[in-house]
């Protein structure tokens, strides 16, 4: 014991002996402050590294699926014209055609130019009708994701099982289980590509009509008005009595 409160003792005044001045602790702080200031993007990633700082979940990113709708007047005579020219427009942005009829035309373009798809379809007539909906499946795609990992989990351990089988009853109702789940499993993918891909790419639907020619309003000759009686300045003529001889 009297060794211990030597030895403390002794190393006591060399810690008070090496204490670093307080003055240099301000300097740091300004350093580190003027770092900062000067990169930016070096503090949002300290930010995001650091303890407790929430982090993104990419399966959480919305899942839009969009789809729009045109209705276009054409020349009756260009109808066929006008449908061509929506089918070249969408796969001159990278989309495909779904189908056609002779006034009717849908395609799907790549979502990141589905405004740019519109506007330059409405351009192709003259647009009467229009408009835009949005679906999220953000959501739905999100328990797919869990769903789905929590199934290959099963299978995984189903796996483990089906390795240590000791007879033939065993694997046949292990095996049976591994393959309503793997069923499981290709169903959820199935339905997380199809959320994928149409959210990738959007739906147009074209709707055209003729244009109404317009009537041109033929005049006949404007009517006649009827000749008015002539009045005569003259009294003595109305007196004779050939004043109606005088009149048309």
Partial sequence: MPAADVGAGAVAPAAEAEAPSPLPAPAVAANATSDASVDPSQGSQQAKSAPGAPKLDPTLA????????????V?????????EAVIDAAEGLGGFLLKRTDS?????VPSQHFRTAMKA????????GR???????????HDLAVRLKNLEAVRDRLEQFLARTK???EALQVGKELNSVAQQIDQIKGRMQFLKTRAAYSVIRV??????SEKKIVR??????PASPRKLQVDWIGRVGIGDLLSP
């Fill in 75 to 83: 020349p009756a005579a260009s109808m066929t014209e006008s449908v």
């Fill in 207 to 212: 709707t055209l009509r003729a244009k109404q």
């Fill in 220 to 225: 006949g000759p404007d009517p006649v008005p």
């Fill in 131 to 141: 408009s835009v909906t949005a679906q999220d499946v953000s959501e739905e795609f």
């Fill in 167 to 169: 007879n033939v009853q």
């Fill in 121 to 128: 379809i409405s351009k192709l007539g003259d647009a009467t």
């Fill in 104 to 108: 009717h035309v849908e395609v799907r």
């Fill in 62 to 73: 919305p899942l839009l699926i969009y789809e729009g709708a045109l209705q276009l007047d």
